[in-house]
């Protein structure tokens, strides 16, 4: 895809990293920290451009019947822009990654596979980690991350209106559900991220490794607790209970990916 020269000339000295053509001649290009929109030359104007920083305190997203809107709220003042609502989906995720980025949500070269909206809840996916965002903002700063390296299981329960999905973060269950009818895409998507970070190929080969984060977590809740305080020969330390044992077998047993009908 060219390039128009209007959005070379705003490029400064950062790259593009992607592109979204919005029809006709139109398009949105992605930079590591704006969004530049292009407006090509019609009937009723001349070509322009907009440009929209990344560093948002709010973004939100509303759909029509024919456009996505977007308004970006930053400290000291409001901006908006709409597309064409076929082309709402891809030009959402990747304005997404770009404020995660510039908001250190997710690391420089993170990448944002797929996203969800589902009523007051975004879920966002990435290629190593898992963001939730409850609220009727797609994205502020009231928002929970679980880097897949701390994920020590995942299961999926159905039900007759909205599947669970419980994902063990170091043992510990974090629970949202999503509407049937997208379950299945966000389970395959999920799944498939975690696969592709684990580099494994296959629903056992991920369990295997998810099991494996929660024995090491086991492990390290045995670990001794160094002290900087000195005993007196004469004094017996109190013996003191490890965290490991039944809980740790608990642990263990709850530990993959499964699914409960």
């Known amino acids: 895809m060219e390039i128009p020269e209007l959005i070379k000339q705003r490029l400064g000295d950062e790259t593009i990293e992607s592109v979204v053509s ?16 292009y407006r090509g030359e019609g009937l009723i104007g001349d070509e322009s451009i907009d440009v929209y920083d990344s560093n948002v305190e709010r973004l ?9 809107g977007f308004v970006l709220a930053y400290v000291d003042r409001e901006e908006k822009f709409s597309v064409s609502r076929d082309r709402g989906d891809a030009v959402m995720q990747r304005l997404l990654q770009s404020v995660l980025r510039t908001a250190d949500v997710i690391d420089p070269e993170e990448s944002v596979t797929d996203v969800y909206r589902f009523s007051e809840l975004t879920v966002v996916i990435t290629d190593g980690r898992l963001v939730k965002h409850v609220g009727a903002y797609v994205w502020d700063g009231d928002y929970e991350e679980h880097p897949f390296e701390d994920v020590t299981g995942l299961d999926f329960e159905d039900g007759s209106v909205a ?11 974090q629970r949202f559900k999503a509407p049937n009818d997208q379950a299945k895409l966000l389970e395959r ?27 090491e977590d086991a492990v390290g809740d045995q670990q001794p607790v160094a002290s900087d305080i000195e005993l007196d020969d004469s004094i017996s330390p109190l013996e003191r209970r490890r965290s490991g044992g039944r809980r740790g077998r608990q642990r263990r047993r709850r530990g993959g990916c499964r699914r409960r009908g």
Do not use: M
Request: hydrophobic share 35%; proline share 5%; with cysteine.
């Open 22 to 37: 919005l029809g006709d001649e139109d398009l949105i290009c992605f930079t590591p920290t704006r969004a530049l929109l």
């Open 189 to 215: 998507s999920l799944t498939d991220a975690l696969s592709e970070y684990y580099e494994v190929g296959s629903l056992p080969a991920l369990n295997d490794a998810l099991a494996d984060n929660l024995e």
């Open 60 to 68: 939100s997203v509303s759909e029509g019947r024919r456009k996505t």
């Open 163 to 173: 599947t669970q999905i419980v994902v063990e973060v170091r043992g510990r269950p």
